[in-house]
C-alpha cells in the first residue's frame, strides 16, 4: 500500500478513474437491463411482476447499519453510490441494515440521514422516497429461507457453537458435515418454525444454507444464514428472536429494492460466491420430489455485487468501533469533535460537502487498496474553500503594537476587499489607531536573517495602512517582549498616491486595539502522531497526539461580528476558519481553524 503523497490516488488531481463506470456502461447494453420492472416499492417478484418500466438508469443503494455516525470513509461510499446514481440519471436508496438489533438506534439513523443530506445527496427519486429498513424485509427473508428449506438448501444446525467451529474446517482442511446436516424438509420447517416462535434459547440452533463443507471459500461452507437473538429490536420492537446474519440479509434487500448494482468494499469480494448462490436459488423455479413446483419469488435481472477499495486515510481511523472508543474514553469531546474524522466532526470542524464531494471525485474509485494521504483532503478543502471564503484578519499571538508619534485618539479608516477575486463582493471597513496588535513573531529584536518584519530601525507596511517605523520595545523583567514601538508614516497610507514612494519588504498583518473583536480560536493537529495509527495491531490509543487541540485568546477584525455559527473565513496568513456550530455567539466568538493556508504536513 502506497502512503506517498505524490503516488497517491487524488495527490495531482489527475482525472480520477472510477471502474465502476465501465460496469455500468456495459450492462445498460445488455437485453435484461432495458425493461426492469420497478413496482414504486420494495417486494419480490409477484410484487414487481407486470409493472412499469423502471424510470431510474440504474438502481444503487447506500446501507449503512445505524449503530453509529458516518465518518469519511461512508463519505467515499455516499458519493460513490449518489454520486453515480445522478450521473446516470438513476436513482439511490437510503437503506439502513438495521438486522443487528442490539447496538442500532434512533439517534444513529438519525444522525446517518442529516450525514447525507448535508453531503448534498437525497434518495427521493421519480416520485418515490426511496428511504428504506432492511427490518421491514424481515417477513420476506423468514419466506426465503423457508425456500430455501423446502428447495432443501438449508437446515437447522444444533451442534454446539464449539463443533461447528471445529467441523467447519480451515484453509487447508476441508470441513465435516453437520450430522443435523441430512434431516428432512418437515424436520426442518418444525425446528425452524421452534426457533422463530421463541421456543429455543439464543445459541441452541441456527438455520444453515446447504451448500458444500468442502468447499475452498469457506464462507460457502454451510454458512448460518438465521440465529436466534431473544432482543429488542429498535423497530422491530419484540416481534422478533431470530434474526437474519448480514450475508443472508444483504442481497435480499439488494433483490427486494431492484438494485442493479451492489456496491461494497473489497472485504466482501470472498462473499460474492454465496449472494450469488442465494439470489440465484430464490429466483429459480425448483421441482418438488412430489411433483409439484416451488415457484421462484425473486425475478431477473439480479442484483450485481461490485466491490472497490475503501479509503484508508493516514493519521485517521475509520472504524466505527475505535471512533466510539474515542468517545467513551473522553479523548475527545464527543462524535462532533472538529478532530474526528466523523461527518458531524468534519461539518465542525469547517469542511464543506463540496470539499469532500471533490475529495472523492479526486481519489477516485479503484480495485486495490491504498492509503490516501491526508493531505488532498486538506488540498481538495482549500481548493473549495479559497474562491469562496470571506477574507478577514485575526491576530492569533498578540503582540501590542504602539505608534508612538500620534496622539492617543487618532484614528483613521482603513478599507480591504472582502475577496481578492471577486471585487464585486465589496469592500470590508475596519480603523487603525495608536494602539494596534501585531502577531508576537512579527518582531525581533535582533533580527536573523532574511527577517524582514519589524526590528528597531526597520520599515515596514501595515497593510491595507500605513508605513512605520520600528523604534524599540519594552519588556519585563524576564526580558520577554511586552510592547513594541514605531512612528507612523502619514503621508504613507495605502491607496494613495504617497503610498508608492516607501519601499518595504514587510506587510504585516494587525488589528486596531481599539475596536477588536476578542475570540476564542481553536488550532489543531492530527488527532494520531502515526500515519497508519491501528497499524499491525497497536492500540491506536497510545499514538493519540497530545497537542492535538490548543486554544488562543486571539484579536480579530470588526467585520467578523456579522458570522453566525458556521461562517467561513479566511484569516489573512492563517488559514481557514469557521465559527463553531455549537459554542460560537456573538458576543463571545469562537473559531476553529478548518485549515492551513499550504500543507504543512508533506514531507
Ligand atoms: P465500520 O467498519 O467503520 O463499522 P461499516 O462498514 O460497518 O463501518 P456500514 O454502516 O456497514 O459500516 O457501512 C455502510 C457502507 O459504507 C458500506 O457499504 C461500507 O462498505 C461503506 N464503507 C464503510 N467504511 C468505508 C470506507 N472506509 N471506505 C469506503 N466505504 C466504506
Ligand atoms: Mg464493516
Given at each position: 500500500?502506497?502512503?506517498?503523497?505524490?503516488?497517491?490516488?487524488?495527490?495531482?488531481?489527475?482525472?480520477?478513474?472510477?471502474?465502476?463506470?465501465?460496469i455500468i456502461?456495459q450492462d445498460l447494453q445488455k437485453p435484461e437491463y432495458q425493461h426492469r420492472p420497478w413496482a414504486?416499492?420494495?417486494?419480490g417478484a409477484?410484487?414487481h411482476a407486470?409493472a412499469?418500466a423502471d424510470?431510474a438508469n440504474i438502481r444503487l443503494?447506500?446501507?449503512?447499519?445505524?449503530?453509529?455516525?458516518?465518518?469519511?470513509?461512508?463519505?467515499?461510499?455516499?458519493?460513490?453510490?449518489?454520486?453515480?446514481?445522478?450521473?446516470?440519471?438513476g436513482?439511490?436508496?437510503?437503506?439502513?441494515?438495521?438486522?443487528?438489533?442490539?447496538?442500532?438506534?434512533?439517534?444513529?439513523?438519525?444522525?446517518?440521514?442529516?450525514?447525507?443530506?448535508?453531503?448534498?445527496?437525497?434518495?427521493?427519486?421519480?416520485?418515490?422516497?426511496?428511504?428504506?429498513?432492511?427490518?421491514?424485509?424481515?417477513?420476506?427473508?423468514?419466506?426465503?429461507?423457508?425456500?430455501?428449506?423446502?428447495?432443501?438448501?438449508?437446515?437447522?444446525?444444533?451442534?454446539?457453537?464449539?463443533?461447528?467451529?471445529?467441523?467447519?474446517?480451515?484453509?487447508?482442511?476441508?470441513?465435516?458435515?453437520?450430522?443435523?446436516?441430512?434431516?428432512?424438509?418437515?424436520?426442518?420447517?418444525?425446528?425452524?418454525?421452534?426457533?422463530?416462535?421463541?421456543?429455543?434459547?439464543?445459541?441452541?440452533?441456527?438455520?444453515?444454507?446447504?451448500?458444500?463443507?468442502?468447499?475452498?471459500?469457506?464462507?460457502?461452507?454451510?454458512?448460518?444464514?438465521?440465529?436466534?437473538?431473544?432482543?429488542?429490536?429498535?423497530?422491530?420492537?419484540?416481534?422478533?428472536?431470530?434474526?437474519?446474519?448480514?450475508?443472508?440479509?444483504?442481497p435480499?434487500?439488494d433483490a427486494l429494492e431492484r438494485i442493479t448494482h451492489s456496491?461494497?468494499?473489497?472485504?466482501?469480494?470472498?462473499?460474492?460466491?454465496?449472494y450469488d448462490?442465494l439470489l440465484g436459488?430464490l429466483a429459480k423455479?425448483?421441482?418438488?420430489?412430489?411433483?409439484?413446483?416451488?415457484?421462484a419469488?425473486l425475478a431477473h435481472p439480479l442484483p450485481k455485487q461490485v466491490?472497490?477499495?475503501?479509503?484508508?486515510?493516514?493519521?485517521?481511523?475509520?472504524?466505527?468501533?475505535?471512533?466510539?472508543?474515542?468517545?467513551?474514553?473522553?479523548?475527545?469531546?464527543?462524535?462532533?469533535?472538529?478532530?474526528?474524522?466523523?461527518?458531524?466532526?468534519?461539518?465542525?470542524?469547517?469542511?464543506?460537502?463540496?470539499?469532500?464531494?471533490?475529495?472523492?471525485?479526486?481519489?477516485?474509485?479503484?480495485?486495490?487498496?491504498?492509503?490516501?494521504?491526508?493531505?488532498?483532503?486538506?488540498?481538495?478543502?482549500?481548493?473549495?474553500?479559497?474562491?469562496?471564503?470571506?477574507?478577514?484578519?485575526?491576530?492569533?499571538?498578540?503582540?501590542?503594537?504602539?505608534?508612538?508619534?500620534?496622539?492617543?485618539?487618532?484614528?483613521?479608516?482603513?478599507?480591504?476587499?472582502?475577496?481578492?477575486?471577486?471585487?464585486?463582493?465589496?469592500?470590508?471597513?475596519?480603523?487603525?489607531?495608536?494602539?494596534?496588535?501585531?502577531?508576537?513573531?512579527?518582531?525581533?529584536?535582533?533580527?536573523?536573517?532574511?527577517?524582514?518584519?519589524?526590528?528597531?530601525?526597520?520599515?515596514?507596511?501595515?497593510?491595507?495602512?500605513?508605513?512605520?517605523?520600528?523604534?524599540?520595545?519594552?519588556?519585563?523583567?524576564?526580558?520577554?517582549?511586552?510592547?513594541?514601538?514605531?512612528?507612523?508614516?502619514?503621508?504613507?497610507?495605502?491607496?494613495?498616491?504617497?503610498?508608492?514612494?516607501?519601499?518595504?519588504?514587510?506587510?504585516?498583518?494587525?488589528?486596531?486595539?481599539?475596536?477588536?473583536?476578542?475570540?476564542?480560536?481553536?488550532?489543531?493537529?492530527?488527532?494520531?502522531?502515526?500515519?497508519?495509527?491501528?497499524?499491525?495491531?497497536?492500540?491506536?490509543?497510545?499514538?493519540?497526539?497530545?497537542?492535538?487541540?490548543?486554544?488562543?485568546?486571539?484579536?480579530?477584525?470588526?467585520?467578523?461580528?456579522?458570522?453566525?455559527?458556521?461562517?467561513?473565513?479566511?484569516?489573512?496568513?492563517?488559514?481557514?476558519?469557521?465559527?463553531?456550530?455549537?459554542?460560537?455567539?456573538?458576543?463571545?466568538?469562537?473559531?476553529?481553524?478548518?485549515?492551513?493556508?499550504?500543507?504543512?504536513?508533506?514531507?
Amino acid at each position: 500500500m502506497s502512503s506517498n503523497p505524490s503516488h497517491t490516488p487524488g495527490a495531482d488531481h489527475a482525472p480520477a478513474s472510477n471502474f465502476l463506470k465501465n460496469i455500468i456502461d456495459q450492462d445498460l447494453q445488455k437485453p435484461e437491463y432495458q425493461h426492469r420492472p420497478w413496482a414504486r416499492k420494495p417486494g419480490g417478484a409477484a410484487v414487481h411482476a407486470g409493472a412499469p418500466a423502471d424510470p431510474a438508469n440504474i438502481r444503487l443503494r447506500f446501507p449503512p447499519e445505524p449503530n453509529g455516525y458516518l465518518h469519511v470513509g461512508h463519505a467515499k461510499a455516499i458519493c460513490v453510490n449518489f454520486g453515480l446514481a445522478k450521473e446516470y440519471a438513476g436513482a439511490c436508496h437510503m437503506r439502513f441494515d438495521d438486522t443487528n438489533p442490539e447496538k442500532e438506534s434512533e439517534e444513529f439513523a438519525n444522525s446517518i440521514l442529516d450525514a447525507v443530506s448535508w453531503l448534498g445527496f437525497d434518495w427521493n427519486s421519480f416520485g418515490d422516497t426511496n428511504l428504506y429498513h432492511a427490518s421491514d424485509y424481515f417477513d420476506f427473508m423468514v419466506e426465503s429461507a423457508e425456500f430455501l428449506i423446502r428447495a432443501g438448501l438449508a437446515y437447522v444446525d444444533e451442534q454446539s457453537a464449539e463443533d461447528m467451529r471445529t467441523n467447519r474446517g480451515t484453509l487447508t482442511q476441508a470441513g465435516v458435515n453437520s450430522p443435523f446436516r441430512d434431516r428432512s424438509v418437515a424436520d426442518n420447517l418444525a425446528r425452524f418454525a421452534a426457533m422463530k416462535n421463541g421456543e429455543l434459547p439464543d445459541g441452541a440452533a441456527v438455520l444453515r444454507a446447504k451448500i458444500d463443507m468442502a468447499s475452498p471459500n469457506i464462507n460457502l461452507r454451510d454458512p448460518a444464514i438465521y440465529r436466534i437473538k431473544h432482543a429488542h429490536h429498535h423497530r422491530t420492537g419484540d416481534r422478533w428472536c431470530i434474526y437474519p446474519m448480514y450475508t443472508f440479509a444483504h442481497p435480499i434487500e439488494d433483490a427486494l429494492e431492484r438494485i442493479t448494482h451492489s456496491f461494497c468494499t473489497l472485504e466482501f469480494e470472498d462473499q460474492r460466491p454465496f449472494y450469488d448462490w442465494l439470489l440465484g436459488n430464490l429466483a429459480k423455479d425448483h421441482p418438488q420430489p412430489d411433483g409439484s413446483v416451488l415457484k421462484a419469488i425473486l425475478a431477473h435481472p439480479l442484483p450485481k455485487q461490485v466491490e472497490f477499495a475503501r479509503l484508508n486515510l493516514s493519521y485517521v481511523v475509520t472504524s466505527k468501533r475505535k471512533l466510539q472508543q474515542l468517545v467513551l474514553e473522553n479523548r475527545v469531546s464527543g462524535w462532533d469533535d472538529p478532530r474526528m474524522p466523523t461527518i458531524v466532526g468534519l461539518r465542525r470542524r469547517g469542511f464543506t460537502p463540496e470539499g469532500i464531494q471533490l475529495f472523492c471525485n479526486r481519489i477516485g474509485v479503484s480495485k486495490s487498496d491504498s492509503w490516501i494521504d491526508y493531505s488532498v483532503l486538506e488540498g481538495a478543502l482549500r481548493d473549495d474553500l479559497d474562491p469562496k471564503a470571506h477574507r478577514a484578519v485575526a491576530v492569533l499571538d498578540p503582540l501590542p503594537l504602539i505608534l508612538d508619534n500620534v496622539p492617543e485618539d487618532w484614528r483613521d479608516d482603513c478599507v480591504a476587499p472582502v475577496h481578492p477575486h471577486h471585487a464585486e463582493w465589496g469592500q470590508r471597513d475596519f480603523s487603525i489607531g495608536k494602539r494596534l496588535w501585531i502577531e508576537a513573531e512579527d518582531f525581533q529584536e535582533v533580527p536573523e536573517k532574511k527577517f524582514f518584519r519589524l526590528f528597531p530601525g526597520n520599515k515596514v507596511r501595515l497593510r491595507y495602512g500605513y508605513v512605520i517605523e520600528c523604534t524599540g520595545c519594552d519588556k519585563d523583567e524576564n526580558g520577554k517582549v511586552i510592547a513594541v514601538h514605531a512612528n507612523v508614516f502619514l503621508d504613507s497610507k495605502s491607496g494613495t498616491p504617497g503610498a508608492d514612494t516607501y519601499k518595504v519588504k514587510g506587510n504585516l498583518h494587525w488589528v486596531n486595539a481599539a475596536t477588536a473583536v476578542t475570540a476564542k480560536v481553536r488550532l489543531y493537529d492530527r488527532l494520531f502522531t502515526e500515519e497508519h495509527p491501528d497499524a499491525g495491531g497497536r492500540n491506536f490509543l497510545d499514538v493519540l497526539n497530545p497537542n492535538s487541540l490548543t486554544e488562543v485568546t486571539a484579536y480579530l477584525e470588526p467585520s467578523v461580528k456579522t458570522s453566525t455559527p458556521g461562517t467561513i473565513y479566511q484569516f489573512e496568513r492563517h488559514g481557514y476558519f469557521v465559527a463553531d456550530l455549537k459554542d460560537h455567539r456573538p458576543d463571545s466568538p469562537v473559531f476553529n481553524r478548518t485549515v492551513t493556508l499550504k500543507d504543512s504536513w508533506s514531507k
